[in-house]
């Protein structure tokens, strides 16, 4: 059975910089994508960026554009959420997960209904 466990999370300051981590385990997960979402108190769960199984597409919300790199290490099993210049609108449970079936990232990779394996999350604090 898939198994998807965040790390990272934490309490920032504006402007400091986290790096996030997605472990993946138990299942096969060759030719998916892994993407980074993330839910603010009271908001509607929100795309961050995706990544192909071979690390080379990516696809990014706008607001993470410049600010924030998503990565892998295959031979990890870890999908990463790099963040930078934080903002306190950034603060929200960060999660992770892995498409239904084999793809490539595109603009569909926004949308959470792709995505079958989630983790619990890690949550992200940036205070002013």
């Known amino acids: 059975q898939r198994r998807l466990v965040e790390s990272g999370g934490g309490l920032s300051q504006t402007g400091d910089s986290l790096r996030l981590s997605c472990a993946i385990s138990g299942g096969t997960f060759g030719g998916y994508v892994t993407a980074w979402f993330r839910q603010a108190p009271g908001k509607e769960r929100e795309f961050v960026a995706a990544i192909n199984w071979d690390g080379d597409s990516t696809y990014y919300a706008d607001f993470a554009k410049g600010r924030f790199t998503i990565s892998r290490d295959n031979t990890q099993n870890t999908v990463y959420l790099q963040m930078n210049s934080l903002k306190p609108e950034d603060t929200a449970i960060y999660l992770c997960?892995?498409?239904?079936?084999?793809?490539?990232?595109?603009?569909?990779?926004?949308?959470?209904?792709?995505?079958?394996?989630w983790g619990q999350g890690t949550q992200v604090t940036v205070s002013s």
């Open positions: 997960a892995v498409d239904r079936k084999r793809s490539w990232v595109n603009s569909g990779s926004a949308y959470a209904t792709r995505y079958e394996t």
